[in-house]
C-alpha cells in the first residue's frame, strides 16, 4: 500500500463529458504529480503541484485543469472529453525533493470514454 | 520525439539466472534516473535511481549501471525470482524537472 489514494477506479462515460479525479497523496507528502498513461505507452507527465501551488507543467492539453486544495488532496478535471483521452490516469506524491525523489502512485483511475 | 527509449517491449529470463533491462536516452542534460516497478492493477513502485555522477548503484539484488558516454543505462537483477515478474520503467529527469518515462519492458520470469 502506497499510501495514495485514488477515485474512482474506473469511470466510464461519452465524449463531450467531464469528469473530476480525485486524489489523496501520502500522509505527510506536499508534492502530488498527475500523469496520463495510454496503451503500452509510458507515462506522461501531466502537472505537478507543491503545497497548494503549481510547480511544474506537462503536455497537459488546455481541456485539462487541476488543483492541490489546503488538505493537500488534488483534483485533475478533463472536459469536452474525446476517445483518445481514454487511459490510465495516475497520481503520484513525495516529498519536498521534487521528481527525482521516490514518487509514490495511487493504482491509478481508469477512464473510458465510449 | 522519445527522449527515453526502452527498445524492448518484454523479455523472458529463467528464475535464478540474471536479468538485465535495458534503457536509452537522447537527452544529454538528463542527470538522474530512475527505475521504476508496477505490477498489473497497481501503480508503479520506485526501485533504484542512479545520479549522473555515479556510473553503478547497488540495492541487494538490483543493480543499475549508467554509461553517459552511450547514453544508456541497465538495471541488472541478480537473481531473477518469479516476483520480479512486472513491467520495468526507465524514467530519467534533468535539473530535477519532470520525469521523462520510457514505455517499459515486461520481464516474465520463467519458474
Known amino acids: 500500500d502506497s499510501g495514495v489514494t485514488q477515485t474512482p477506479k474506473h469511470l466510464i462515460t461519452a465524449t463531450g463529458q467531464r469528469v473530476t479525479l480525485r486524489c489523496s497523496p501520502r500522509s505527510g507528502d506536499l508534492s502530488v504529480y498527475w500523469y496520463q498513461q495510454s496503451l503500452d505507452q509510458g507515462l506522461q507527465f501531466l502537472i505537478q503541484?507543491?503545497?497548494?501551488?503549481?510547480?511544474a507543467k506537462g503536455n497537459i492539453l488546455e481541456r485539462f485543469s487541476a488543483q492541490q486544495f489546503p488538505d493537500l488532496h488534488s483534483e485533475l478535471n478533463l472536459s469536452s472529453l474525446e476517445l483518445g483521452d481514454s487511459a490510465l490516469y495516475f497520481c503520484?506524491?513525495?516529498?519536498?525533493?521534487?521528481?527525482?525523489?521516490?514518487?509514490?502512485f495511487g493504482d491509478g483511475t481508469r477512464l473510458s470514454i465510449l | 520525439d522519445q527522449q527515453v527509449k526502452q527498445n524492448s517491449p518484454s523479455l523472458s529470463v529463467q528464475e535464478g539466472r540474471i536479468s538485465i533491462l535495458n534503457c536509452d536516452y537522447t537527452?544529454?542534460?538528463?542527470?538522474?534516473f530512475l527505475w521504476y516497478k508496477k505490477y498489473p492493477a497497481e501503480g508503479p513502485t520506485f526501485l533504484i535511481s542512479?545520479?549522473?555522477i555515479k556510473d553503478k548503484n547497488e540495492d541487494g539484488r538490483f543493480t543499475v549501471f549508467l554509461n553517459k558516454s552511450a547514453k544508456h543505462l541497465s538495471l541488472h537483477i541478480v537473481p531473477s525470482q518469479p516476483g520480479d515478474s512486472a513491467v520495468y520503467f526507465c524514467a530519467a529527469s534533468a535539473s530535477n524537472y519532470q520525469l521523462i518515462w520510457g514505455a517499459g519492458t515486461k520481464l516474465i520470469i520463467k519458474p
Open positions: 537527452n544529454s542534460m538528463f542527470d538522474y
Open positions: 542512479i545520479s549522473s
Open positions: 503520484a506524491s513525495s516529498g519536498p525533493g521534487g521528481p527525482n525523489q521516490p514518487q509514490h
Open positions: 503541484y507543491y503545497n497548494g501551488e503549481e510547480r
